[in-house]
């Protein structure tokens, strides 16, 4: 079982849909990041949590640090917002700034 | 400028060939990453240079050979490898590993051995 636990795998919206995606992780964190990686590679950093929400324009991340889970949330979604979701987390304690990746969520978002 | 560049964007090469990809960065971060990607799977971390110094090696084969030159500049020297070697590299940095600190990446390297 991996450490970091992602859904949905696959989601498919319709434009102006609220959409959510789950993280839940069963080690101590430190910190959880939601990245999202578009078609060709780049990885963008959307948020970095270690207690309570964060909202930058249409997204919202929150997490729960005694129940193990964040939640990443966009409004008004867009066929821009197409690309895969990635939830990862610094393990407490871990070595250096060592992440454990979720294995993503693939949002696309039609118009 | 919060831009983690990376050259080649692609590269395709053989099996006896030696290659060397690139990774350069201006915020001033002192930690430097190298991770590895295969479709449809999250990054797999290989490498991470804290102030110009290798502090983690994630078992990875001596066919990678990463080189940290200066503050600003990260390189990943290619050697001998295998077609399973073929997949995105992405680079990324943060200001320091010592406390949480955001990872800004790279556009990535598309490898592509034959």
């Known amino acids: 079982k991996n450490e970091v636990e992602q859904s949905p795998q696959n989601l498919t919206a319709q434009e102006g849909e609220f959409i959510t995606i789950n993280c839940s992780y069963s080690v101590g964190i430190s910190a959880l990041h939601w990245l999202q990686q578009h078609p060709g590679g780049g990885i963008v950093s959307l948020f970095m949590?270690?207690?309570g929400k964060k909202k930058h324009g249409r997204l919202i991340a929150t997490i729960n640090i005694q129940e193990k889970h964040s939640s990443l949330h966009i409004t008004a979604s867009h066929p821009r917002d197409s690309a895969v979701y990635i939830c990862?987390?610094?393990?407490?304690?871990?070595?250096?700034?060592?992440?454990?990746f979720g294995t993503g969520t693939l949002l696309a978002v039609q118009p | 400028d919060t831009e983690v560049t990376q050259t080649p964007k692609h590269l395709v090469m053989g099996m006896t060939n030696k290659k060397s990809l690139k990774c350069e960065q201006h915020?001033?971060?002192?930690?430097m990453y190298w991770y590895k990607q295969k479709a449809k799977k999250p990054p797999e971390l290989m490498f991470v240079y804290s102030y110009e110094k290798l502090s983690i090696n994630e078992s990875v084969p001596s066919r990678f050979s990463p080189e940290c030159p200066n503050s600003s500049l990260l390189n990943l020297h290619l050697h001998a490898l295998q077609p399973e070697d073929s997949a995105l590299y992405l680079c990324?940095?943060?200001?320091?590993?010592?406390?949480?600190?955001?990872?800004?990446f790279g556009p990535g390297t598309r490898l592509l051995v034959l």
């Open positions: 990324a940095s943060s200001r320091r590993t010592s406390v949480e600190e955001t990872q800004y």
């Open positions: 915020m001033g971060h002192r930690a």
């Open positions: 949590l270690s207690s």
């Open positions: 990862a987390v610094r393990a407490y304690g871990g070595a250096t700034n060592k992440l454990i």
